[in-house]
Every structure is written in C-alpha cells, then in structure tokens.
C-alpha cells in the first residue's frame, strides 16, 4: 500500500505487499500494559474516545506510519467500522500514511518564522539531506517535513523532530528553537551521528528577548502559591476526623 504525494502533501491510497488489508498487524507484548492503560481511561460504550493516543502507540510502534492493517487493528480493538480510524489518521497531520525516516524533522512554516527565516532553514536543510519536502534520505534516516505552528512563535525560527529510531520506549519529539541554517544543519548532523543536541533555544535560556532578559530579575515579593501539599494533608485530616466523629 504506497502512498504519493501531491505538491500540497496530500496521499492517495495504493496496495503494497508490505500495506495492505489482508496482512494482520498487532501491538507488541511491551506495549501492550500501554494499550491497555489507555482504553481504561474510557466507559466502554466510549472506548472509541480511545482512538488517536491508540494510533499515536501504533506509529510509533510501526516505524513512524499507519498501514492499513495498523489502522484496522485499532478499529478492531475499538469496535468500530475501519472508516472512522482512516478519517481521524488522514485528517491530523501528526499521523503520517507514508513511510518514513526514523527522524521525521519538520520545519515551521507559519508566518512569524518565516518571518524570521523559515525558508532559509529548510533550503539548508533540503540541500544538505539531499531531498525536497515530504521526501525521505535514501539511508531511511531523516524525513523532510513541515508543520503548521508549533507555538515557539518568541524562538522563531524552529523545528521539530520526531524519533521513531527505537520504538515506543524511545520515542521523543523535541522543539529546536532560535535556529539559524547552520544550527538547524548541525542539528541533523548529530542526530545521525547519535548524539543529543540542545533541546529548546540554541541561543537563549528561555524566552527572554533576544538582547537578555529585562524583568524577574530577582526573587519575586508574592503572593506566592498555597502549599498544596500542605492543604492536602489538611482536607485529609478533616475527612477523618469527622468519619471519626460519626462512627461514634
């Protein structure tokens, strides 16, 4: 079952001998505790509610994409007609339908950065992986891609990147923030070569503006928040007291 793309990213459906509607597929004994946490969470006659973090396990799970079998294990499991697990996976864009690189690196391509260098970012990007947007390196490392508005609009220009390279249990998605096209570059760089680059702004501590922080210079004068701990154990004290008192 492969999947093209269009100019505009969209995907039309096609059989493959690895996608298709006859082959089975199952969650994993390791991740299953996980499933199973999950569709708790629900009433029964709700378990459907269960549906988009059950396909958020799968693709990871499944290398970072939905298959066809993948998508009818979860209608399977949720007792519902296919057709409603292929609406949710094809209208969010967290769900992918195309094979991917075990790291998908997205670039934000809202107004504020674009404003503040977006293009430029993917143009370095695009150039040194070798690949246009919505393509994969030919090692099957890196996926170029592009979200809409990641909400780091104070750090812009960003990007994001999921981690598919080991399954559920190392499974990341990380913001790397303030980039330049040299950062952004040197970000896939030591992705590949295993390593753990700054997470957040490469530039700043924070969200301070850009020439240094300017307020909350010192210890704030309160009021401060409660000790909720401390009013816990209060309410609590309270609760026994009066079963106390009416069990006498």
């Given at each position: 079952?492969?999947?093209?793309?269009?100019?505009?990213?969209?995907?039309?459906?096609?059989?493959?001998?690895?996608?298709?509607?006859?082959?089975?597929?199952?969650?994993?004994?390791?991740?299953?505790?996980?499933?199973?946490?999950?569709?708790?969470?629900?009433?029964?006659?709700?378990?459907?509610?269960?549906?988009?973090?059950?396909?958020?396990?799968?693709?990871?799970?499944?290398?970072?994409?939905?298959?066809?079998?993948?998508?009818?294990?979860?209608?399977?499991?949720?007792?519902?007609?296919?057709?409603?697990?292929?609406?949710?996976?094809?209208?969010?864009?967290?769900?992918?339908?195309?094979?991917?690189?075990?790291?998908?690196?997205?670039?934000?391509?809202?107004?504020?950065?674009?404003?503040?260098?977006?293009?430029?970012?993917?143009?370095?990007?695009?150039?040194?992986?070798?690949?246009?947007?919505?393509?994969?390196?030919?090692?099957?490392?890196?996926?170029?891609?592009?979200?809409?508005?990641?909400?780091?609009?104070?750090?812009?220009?960003?990007?994001?990147?999921?981690?598919?390279s080991d399954g559920v249990k190392g499974y990341?998605?990380?913001?790397?923030?303030?980039?330049?096209?040299?950062?952004?570059?040197?970000?896939?760089?030591?992705?590949?070569?295993?390593?753990?680059?700054?997470?957040?702004?490469?530039?700043?501590?924070?969200?301070?503006?850009?020439?240094?922080?300017?307020?909350?210079?010192?210890?704030?004068?309160?009021?401060?928040?409660?000790?909720?701990?401390?009013?816990?154990?209060?309410?609590?004290?309270?609760?026994?007291?009066?079963?106390?008192?009416?069990?006498?």
């Amino acid at each position: 079952m492969a999947q093209t793309r269009s100019v505009g990213g969209l995907m039309v459906h096609r059989d493959t001998a690895d996608n298709n509607d006859q082959l089975a597929w199952e969650f994993s004994q390791d991740n299953m505790p996980l499933v199973r946490t999950i569709m708790e969470r629900y009433p029964p006659n709700y378990k459907r509610s269960a549906m988009i973090p059950l396909l958020d396990v799968a693709q990871q799970q499944n290398e970072g994409y939905l298959t066809v079998q993948v998508m009818n294990k979860v209608a399977e499991m949720l007792e519902v007609a296919p057709i409603r697990v292929y609406e949710v996976a094809t209208f969010y864009s967290m769900f992918n339908r195309s094979k991917m690189g075990k790291y998908h690196v997205m670039v934000c391509g809202t107004t504020p950065c674009m404003l503040r260098g977006a293009r430029d970012i993917e143009a370095a990007l695009s150039e040194h992986l070798g690949v246009k947007k919505f393509e994969n390196t030919p090692d099957g490392m890196f996926t170029l891609g592009e979200m809409e508005c990641m909400g780091s609009c104070v750090n812009a220009p960003m990007i994001a990147v999921a981690d598919y390279s080991d399954g559920v249990k190392g499974y990341s998605y990380n913001y790397y923030e303030d980039l330049t096209p040299t950062d952004a570059v040197a970000v896939v760089k030591a992705l590949k070569a295993g390593e753990k680059p700054r997470v957040g702004s490469q530039t700043r501590d924070k969200a301070e503006p850009i020439t240094g922080q300017t307020t909350l210079m010192s210890e704030p004068t309160g009021p401060y928040c409660r000790d909720l701990a401390a009013v816990k154990a209060a309410v609590e004290a309270a609760a026994a007291a009066a079963a106390a008192a009416a069990a006498e």
